[in-house]
């Protein structure tokens, strides 16, 4: 599986900004989809996962009630829509793909993710 994010972006504070992630090479909707971030001198942090059916969602949470997940099964793609942006969501965003054969599992640690994309720069100025 292949994974490619959208570019980020130089936004301010309180702007917001879609990032989406684009699949190939496998079958999407037998994927739970990831969002992780690092910043600089971070290590790599959870920021949303969401199930295969796009039915569940879990968030990390210092973006829960901020971010949102969403995704498109017949476009191969997943979405994290970010509002209210603040200088520490500054980092670089990574989507990733888990294969689970149930609809049920939400993976939030890294180490769980099969495949990542090579990330994309998001930049909130204050």
């Known amino acids: 599986v292949q994974l490619v994010e959208s570019r980020g972006g130089l936004v301010q504070a309180g702007d917001s900004l879609r990032l989406s992630c684009a699949a190939s090479?496998?079958?999407?909707?037998?994927?739970?989809m990831g969002w992780f971030r690092q910043a600089p001198g971070k290590e790599r942090e959870f920021v949303a996962v969401?199930?295969?059916?796009?039915?569940?969602?879990h968030y990390g949470g210092s973006v829960e009630g901020r971010f949102t997940v969403s995704r498109d099964n017949a476009e191969n793609t997943v979405y994290l829509d970010m509002n209210s942006l603040r200088p520490e969501d500054t980092a670089v965003y990574y989507c990733a793909a888990h294969w689970l054969s149930s609809d049920e599992f939400l993976p939030r640690y890294q180490s769980t993710y099969d495949y990542w994309g090579p990330g994309t720069q998001v930049t909130v100025s204050s």
């Open positions: 090479g496998g079958i999407f909707s037998e994927y739970a």
């Open positions: 969401i199930s295969r059916s796009g039915g569940a969602s």
